[in-house]
């Protein structure tokens, strides 16, 4: 309006930022990304004007300009994926300020994502995947009982159950799949809510951590918790898989998304229907799960080829 000091580009991203988490309810870890890649594009614009970039730079901005910055991440050899997420934080944000009336951003209808490779989940063989998820497979390990229990019975969620690290360690204690339970209600991706079914091994490998564990664990906490008895970090989850590879043998694609990964192979692999491990694992869209039958493929052909005499 007239009167009205220049909106400063990065203002905007801050309430952008914000919209996204409270109203679009994204992840902690996809506004992380989308916080990093825009602020990476605003100091871009900020040494191309010499100046503060306005949101009204933002939207004048030529198709020449997103392409310098695309080929500047290039030159740091960013992979395409990151590209691609970095120019769709962009696109996102160029919404965003049409739809509060901040400027149109026309520069974006004359690129196209950059290409990437489509890379295929790396799952773990199926006897690996259950020794992690094993507390036997940590015999002789000098940490306390219970903590070899805990990182046993999370492992065993993310592959028995499909889960991702964030979603078993969200699980409260009231809320334990033990006994009778043999269920759990899961918040993912999105706010997207869930059930997921949670079979026996996997309850009595939770029923196991609970009975060693030192701590009182209140029904409205968490049902995983830490040396001092506080919210169990997902990194502590990461450096024990570490132990694991090291232990078994495993190559370093083997953490515990990859658990959440052989889950989904082996279920198919088993003759798991395609739509029904969709809701399992929580997917939005069908074609996301799908890529889990060229997996399936792959195996198949790799297998053919070194059993096969005439392969």
Do not use: N
């Amino acid at each position: 309006m007239k009167g009205e000091s220049p909106q400063g580009l990065t203002e905007i991203v801050v309430a952008w930022l914000s919209y996204l988490g409270q109203e679009r309810r994204l992840a902690a870890k996809t506004l992380e990304a989308y916080g990093r890649d825009v602020r990476q594009f605003v100091e871009f614009l900020h040494a191309r004007l010499d100046r503060t970039p306005l949101a009204a730079d933002f939207a004048a901005m030529k198709p020449a300009d997103l392409r310098a910055f695309l080929a500047a991440r290039r030159a740091q050899e960013i992979d395409p994926r990151s590209l691609q997420r970095a120019l769709s934080a962009l696109r996102g944000l160029a919404k965003y300020m049409e739809r509060i009336g901040a400027g149109r951003a026309s520069a974006f209808s004359a690129i196209r994502s950059p290409k990437a490779g489509r890379r295929l989940p790396r799952p773990l063989r199926t006897d690996d995947a259950r020794a992690v998820a094993d507390v036997e497979t940590r015999a002789g390990d000098i940490r306390d009982p219970w903590i070899l229990a805990r990182d046993a019975a999370v492992l065993a969620l993310c592959y028995g159950a499909g889960l991702r690290i964030s979603e078993a360690l969200s699980i409260a204690r009231g809320d334990a799949p033990i006994g009778a339970v043999d269920e759990v209600r899961i918040t993912g991706k999105g706010g997207k809510t869930r059930i997921a079914p949670v079979i026996g091994p996997v309850r009595a490998a939770i029923e196991d951590y609970i009975s060693r564990c030192p701590w009182t664990l209140k029904p409205d906490g968490p049902l995983f918790v830490g040396a001092r008895g506080g919210p169990l970090s997902p990194r502590i989850v990461q450096l024990a898989m570490a132990q694991m590879r090291g232990a078994l043998g495993l190559p370093d694609s083997a953490t515990p998304h990859a658990l959440r990964h052989s889950f989904a192979t082996h279920l198919l692999a088993r003759g798991g229907d395609l739509r029904t491990i969709q809701e399992l694992l929580g997917h939005a869209s069908l074609s996301t799960t799908q890529v889990y039958t060229a997996v399936d493929s792959a195996r198949l052909v790799a297998a053919y080829k070194a059993a096969h005499p005439r392969a």
